[in-house]
């Protein structure tokens, strides 16, 4: 019989916490006893998840077990940027993780995600443009290698959002199987699909304009779910059984928040390393695989084409993030959404200003201000220097004061990206 693979993947992010003037994060009360929500959730899932600990019958630790490291995995940068600094044992367990799996598979557990975790599909040609740009300069800096795979926020694609993907190099994206409209085997045929009917054990290739394509993941939705909201993390051993009876020839693959470990459910972080331990170990006829290793042994041999603008988490698209569409978390009967779309079109409408005063006053600095855009994020990196970024960008002749405006406008456009992450819109 023809191997069962397992790829288990965790969206790990939290959003840019920092003040913008003093680009620091702020005791935030209700995250005592930790001093801010980073910490916390640091302490009770990222920490734990990195030396997760494996017991024996007499309640012995076997083991203290990376999860990272048999696990398929995205850090949004502004999290790891901050981890760096704050946590730097488990930062450095992440990195390591990346690179042993790279020597075990040829191909790293490690993704890279959309730097601010902005909803692509709603943001700006350019903007969407920087996004992936700064994601994949980040990247590349902390991995050491380039990003095969991308974690889109809250998975809202389009294809436009699929093409600027692809002109940066990416490969691959996961999504949620209610995101396919159509499939084509290799007889060309489409017909529609759904959820339920869906073949999700292998890749499918969506075809772009210009001869651009990218493969696409679906992962298992209802077992995904069931990881958040069954309590299947309170014991290791139902976790592994739920993942046996769905197990069939080809991939099984799960996308999970990966603050569900630890954080949302104390202790999740141990069922998990069960579970990937007994992968590891082969049990029941399973190995342990990620998306770039599966991908290279099984390239598209199907075509899919995606809901255009849609999402995991909101079943109206991508109306989450602008308008009421009547997604709530449910916590506050009574409550409304129809804040969102005022919020969502006043920071659009800041936006364009800054976008009109970012061309007119860089049209004075830079050779191309779009292109200064793009490539900042290799400062914010640490690839480039302000100086080797100044000769390439600037205009030849600028003066200190003028040099300055200039990376006062690439600032000001940061923490104007930064008011996109999704999580204003996301809950009450
Ligand atoms: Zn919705």
């Not at 048999?70 to 940068?77: A, C, E, I």
């Not at 809202?156 to 002109?167: G, H, K, P, W, Y």
């Amino acid at each position: 019989m023809p191997d069962k693979f397992l790829c288990i993947h965790g969206h790990f992010y939290q959003p840019p916490r920092e003040d913008p003037w003093m680009d620091m994060v702020f005791p935030e009360g209700s995250a005592a006893p930790a001093r801010n929500w980073n910490e916390r959730i640091c302490r009770e899932s990222y920490g734990p998840l990195a030396y997760a600990r494996r017991l024996d019958g007499g309640g012995r630790i076997l083991e203290l077990f990376n999860c990272y490291e048999w696990m398929s995995f995205n850090f949004g940068p502004t999290l790891l940027t901050w981890m760096e600094s704050h946590a730097p044992d488990a930062y450095a367990r992440i990195l390591e993780a990346d690179r042993k799996s790279v020597e075990r598979l040829g191909h790293g557990n490690a993704l890279a995600q959309i730097y601010h975790h902005v909803i692509m599909p709603l943001a700006t040609d350019l903007d969407r443009r920087a996004e992936v740009a700064w994601a994949v300069a980040d990247f590349e800096a902390r991995f050491r290698r380039k990003p095969e795979g991308m974690w889109l926020s809250e998975a809202a694609v389009d294809d436009r959002t699929l093409e600027i993907l692809a002109d940066a190099g990416i490969a691959y994206t996961i999504l949620a199987p209610r995101q396919v409209e159509a499939v084509a085997d290799v007889d060309g045929q489409w017909r529609e699909a759904h959820e339920g009917d869906l073949d999700i054990t292998r890749p499918y290739l969506v075809e772009l304009s210009g001869g651009r394509s990218m493969a696409v993941f679906f992962y298992d939705g209802p077992l995904s779910q069931a990881v958040a909201f069954e309590g299947l993390l309170r014991d290791g051993e139902r976790f592994w059984g739920r993942i046996n009876s769905a197990g069939r020839p080809g991939l099984l693959s799960l996308a999970t928040d990966g603050e569900t470990y630890g954080h949302h459910f104390a202790f999740g972080e141990m069922a998990l390393a069960y579970v990937l331990a007994q992968a590891r170990a082969c049990r029941d006829g399973w190995r342990v695989t990620n998306y770039g290793a599966y991908l290279a042994a099984n390239p598209p041999r199907s075509k899919a084409r995606l809901r255009q603008a849609s999402s995991w988490s909101c079943v109206h698209g991508v109306e989450r993030w602008r308008s009421d569409c009547g997604c709530t978390t449910g916590g506050h009967p009574g409550w409304g959404q129809h804040w969102r779309k005022p919020l969502r079109d006043g920071l659009n409408a800041v936006k364009a200003e800054m976008d009109a005063h970012f061309h007119s006053a860089g049209a004075g600095v830079f050779r191309d201000p779009e292109e200064a855009l793009t490539d900042f994020g290799k400062v914010l990196a640490g690839l480039w220097k302000n100086g080797e970024f100044g000769q390439r960008h600037f205009l030849p002749g600028l003066d200190e004061a003028a040099r300055d405006t200039g990376f006062k406008l690439l600032t000001m456009q940061k923490w104007a990206l930064s008011s996109f992450a999704s999580c204003a819109w996301f809950f009450d």
